[in-house]
């Protein structure tokens, strides 16, 4: 049976953390690397079936380029690899693209895969007036790709 776990406080939790950690992109590996772009879950099981001894490390991306204060953080759902040797890689992401700190999740791979499936992305937002301006823009936005699909 999963705890519920409220998104809202994960998203207040992880922007309050100070322990993430920079990998190594090395997502070029890939044959196809363009088409693996977005499938960091999948990427990390087929390195995994490559190499035995490494681990899947599942977390969260943390990114702050949207606005340069800390008052609107996206965290976006992430899976890494850790290799027997103790290096965090991430197989996903090539090198020359940024690396974003990485928070490793302090719950279980189930509870974090139940949460990442639907919830690839969530947002610390600080104060309620910004909070209210950004539901009001993905509803304006979702409205809008709802009304396009329809056509």
């Given amino acids: ?9 994960l998203a207040r939790d ?28 999948d990427n990390v099981r087929l390195w995994i079936k490559d190499h ?7 977390g969260w991306l943390t990114d702050r380029t ?16 850790l290799t027997a040797a103790g290096e965090y890689l ?12 990485f928070l490793i999740a302090q719950i279980t791979e189930t509870e974090f895969d139940a ?3 639907p919830h690839s992305e969530l947002f610390f937002i600080a104060n309620d007036q910004q909070f209210q ?3 009001h823009a993905q509803t304006e936005m979702l409205a809008g790709s709802w009304e396009t699909s329809r056509d």
């Fill in 1 to 9: 049976m999963f705890r519920h776990i409220d998104l809202k406080v």
């Fill in 14 to 41: 992880l922007h309050k953390r100070q322990d993430s950690l920079i990998c190594k992109n090395i997502g070029h590996v890939f044959d196809n690397y363009p088409e693996r772009k977005g499938l960091c879950h």
């Fill in 52 to 58: 035995p001894g490494d681990a899947r490390a599942f």
């Fill in 66 to 81: 949207e606005e340069a204060s800390s008052s609107r953080v996206r965290f976006v759902a992430h899976s890494i690899v």
């Fill in 90 to 101: 991430d197989v996903t992401m090539a090198c020359g693209e940024a690396e974003l700190p």
């Fill in 115 to 117: 949460i990442a499936a």
């Fill in 133 to 135: 301006e950004f539901l």
